[in-house]
């Protein structure tokens, strides 16, 4: 592939999800606003305003109808994009596993937003863990370089014809959507040859082919399709490695289903996602200057859960804390019993920790994150832990 | 375009098969073979959750022809409009060649009350498409429970008549009138009864060029409580009481059609409502003398609309 090699920029994850969005040049877009995604869709009208992309744009008078058209104009024959936050999430939710059933791939950023009520517009993951069952794929971001680079990777899996499912690329609200960092973009048309054209599956636009989407199912068929639906994401899996493999001949970078820090020698393992992510490094890098083992990973797949290699990262570790950006109430944060299950197959299950932190844009520095993996390292965790809550 | 004659419209490709399990002697499947006769286009027809939608695509069968989408209850606007989006898209960069036609089939339930939001959104931004309200004035599909098309005085399973009550309280809202003021090229009302006048509409609303809004009167035997076989008798009765007036507005021009036109030419005579009341079971209790001033208050209620749409059609 030719690579031309670009200069590095400065730009917020929004920006950086509009422009890859610019350079993939999709046929459809949804818009409509929610606070921390705004800027994506309003930088994309701009492109659109200038002629620089032949999407068709169409605001939408709500996220439903947003996420409705989406589906629709996927399974027309059309490459649709559109981005939500948060109640935007939540007001799509009818739409979500419809979507995903129709085997259509649609890419969404979600700019994580906790979610109503009380209202609160910072960042947390229970948009994004309320969307978890719906047969959505779900990438997670940790700085503004991998939002950007999530939004060109994202088409390429869920358009994969083994997989056909859509797809969410997650950042995190403010924290990577509003702030400005280094970027390295790739050449529009390293981007485009890397993306493809859209090759859509019996598209309704086909009037000549007709055929009929979106039907109804008895309990047999219904099952069936479900377990379709099973099959392609755990096709997605593979299809994921295949495309991070690519994407690393293309760019340098290298992302992995689970992304890992430090983790080979390490006793004690961090498991958390998105932005904090990068602050859990500074963390282990301060704590190994300590004379700690400590590793950090974070899935960079969070659906389909990349349950083998996390357990390999976990064997032989003393203990393992996971870290939620959400609760799941009367219960744990998700992630946790999603990695304690993947850790029940381990010889010797390491001990597990299940911290809960950053609820509603509350504080994630290095010292909360420290202070919690020294109580691992100490034994004076407690099974579910509130890491930073100040009242 | 072909002449809408009965030799003529016999002669075109079948969009909906038969075979398809709605209840016998529906008024759906009658009024939605009118509508497809409008177009020779090659066209998608989204539908919104409802009996129609249900009982033509079971998989792994499907009753039609031509491609369809369903995707939820509330939202068949914002389907059909996303793959005209999407058609917009892809005949600009000249991936499609052919001019192509777009509709959405939805029953009142889904059109009055919960889709009224992305009706509206969808009309408002101006896609080409045409949207088919099938109003057989209850929520059918989940058994016959109010909706806001639903005539006062109906007896449904959300309304049920009783010791207290006669049945739902409230007049029917008026959603013609409110597509009307979305300024779109074409509305219409039309009843599968006079199935000329309602080709005709459907044509004008696959040509108008932007988005086109038909409300049609579509029986329902088993929520209306009639034979199968008085399905198209029901439809004309409607229209004859003017409890379902013909119309269509085109570019915002009122004009009456068909026996409506007639009615307000002094051609034919205006029925009263209570000969809409006695042929249906929904309205058996109405007879009942206690319920008396809720028949006056139901003709007194057709007669002002019937009056402001006689004026709207002079103007
Ligand atoms: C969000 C949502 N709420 C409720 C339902 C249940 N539901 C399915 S069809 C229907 C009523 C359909 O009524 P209408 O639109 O009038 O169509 P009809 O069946 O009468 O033709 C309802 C309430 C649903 N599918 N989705
Ligand atoms: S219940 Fe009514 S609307 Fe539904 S299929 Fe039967 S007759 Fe048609």
């Not at chain 1, 309990?219 to 399709?225: E, I, K, Q, T, V």
């Not at chain 1, 004379?291 to 032989?316: C, D, F, N, S, T």
């Not at chain 2, 192509?100 to 339930?109: L, Q, Y």
Request: aromatic residues 8%; charged residues 20%.
């Amino acid at each position: 592939m030719a690579k031309k090699k670009l200069e590095d920029i400065a730009i917020n994850g929004d920006g950086a999800v509009a422009y890859a969005w610019k350079q993939i040049d999709p046929d459809v877009c949804a818009a409509y606003p929610i606070t921390p995604q705004t800027i994506i869709v309003e930088d994309f009208s701009k492109f659109v305003a200038n002629g620089e992309v032949k999407t068709e744009y169409v605001c939408v008078e709500s996220e439903h109808s947003a996420l409705t058209l989406c589906a629709a104009s996927c399974s027309a024959g059309a490459r649709t994009f559109t981005a939500t936050a948060s109640q935007g999430l939540a007001y799509m939710w009818e739409m979500l596993p419809i979507t995903s059933a129709m085997r259509v791939p649609v890419v969404m950023a979600v700019a994580n937003r906790a979610v109503s009520g009380p209202i609160n517009i910072n960042n947390d993951h229970g948009d994004a863990m309320a969307a978890r069952d719906t047969g959505w794929i779900q990438m997670f971001a940790d700085n503004v370089q991998s939002a950007y680079d999530n939004a060109i990777i994202a088409p390429r899996i869920a358009e994969h014809p083994d997989v056909q499912l859509p797809i969410i690329t997650n950042l995190d609200g403010f924290i990577l959507t509003h702030a400005v960092e280094r970027m390295t973009p790739i050449d529009t048309e390293d981007v485009k040859k890397f993306v493809g054209e859209f090759e859509p599956v019996c598209p309704l636009l086909d009037y000549k082919h007709p055929t009929s989407h979106g039907m109804l199912d008895g309990p047999d068929f219904y099952y069936a399709h479900k377990h379709q639906q099973v099959e392609a994401m755990d096709k997605a899996l593979e299809v994921s490695e295949q495309v991070f493999k690519e994407f690393k001949k293309l760019t340098g970078r290298e992302y992995h289903l689970v992304d890992e820090y430090r983790c080979d020698d390490a006793e004690y393992v961090a498991i958390i996602l998105g932005s904090s992510y990068g602050t859990m490094q500074e963390t282990v890098d301060q704590m190994r200057e300590a004379g700690i083992k400590v590793g950090a990973a974070m899935p960079h797949i969070y659906r389909p859960w990349p349950e083998k290699e996390l357990a390999r990262i976990m064997k032989g570790k003393k203990a393992v804390a996971i870290f939620d950006k959400h609760v799941s109430l009367g219960a744990y944060g998700p992630m946790y019993s999603e990695v304690v299950a993947a850790a029940a197959d381990l010889e010797k299950m390491p001990k597990m920790y299940n911290f809960i932190y950053g609820i509603g844009g509350a504080d994630t520095s290095v010292s909360i994150l420290k202070g919690a993996m020294e109580s691992i390292v100490k034994g004076t965790a407690d099974k579910i832990n509130y890491a930073g809550m100040k009242l | 375009m072909m002449s809408t004659s009965l030799k003529n419209l016999n002669q075109l490709p079948v969009k909906l098969t038969s075979g398809h399990r709605l209840c016998a002697g529906c008024g759906e499947p009658l009024l939605v073979k009118q509508i497809l006769m409008g177009t020779q286009r090659p066209l998608v027809v989204s539908l919104s959750t409802g009996c129609f939608e249900v009982s033509t695509t079971v998989y792994p069968y499907t009753s039609w022809n031509v491609p369809l989408i369903h995707t939820a209850f509330g939202n068949g606007a914002a389907t059909c409009a996303g793959v005209e989006a999407a058609y917009q898209s892809l005949r600009k960069q000249g991936k499609i060649k052919e001019e192509m036609d777009f509709v959405n089939f939805a029953g009142d339930g889904a059109t009055y009350d919960i889709g009224l939001q992305a009706l509206s959104g969808a009309m408002e931004r101006g896609h080409k498409m045409l949207y088919v309200c099938m109003n057989n004035e209850a929520y059918m599909n989940t058994g016959i429970q109010r909706s806001s098309a639903t005539g006062m005085g109906a007896d449904t399973t959300t309304s049920p008549a009783g010791s207290v009550s006669p049945g739902k309280q409230e007049y029917s809202k008026d959603l013609t009138a409110i597509m009307v003021a979305h300024n779109i090229p074409y509305v219409a009302q039309a009843s599968p009864h006079n199935w000329r006048d309602t080709v005709e509409k459907a044509k004008k609303g696959f040509n108008c060029g932007g988005p086109a809004f038909i409300n049609a009167i579509t029986p329902c035997p088993r929520g209306w409580r009639t034979s199968p076989s008085m399905t198209v008798d029901m439809a004309q009765l409607a229209v004859e009481t003017c409890v379902w007036p013909l119309y269509e507005v085109v570019d915002g021009k009122y004009a009456l059609t068909a026996e409506s036109l007639k009615i307000a030419e002094g051609k034919i005579e205006k029925k009263p409502v209570t000969d809409w009341i006695n042929a249906q079971g929904r309205y058996r209790h109405l007879k009942e003398e206690r319920w008396a001033h809720v028949v006056d208050k139901m003709q007194a209620n057709i007669d002002k609309r019937w009056e402001k749409l006689i004026r709207l059609s002079k103007d």
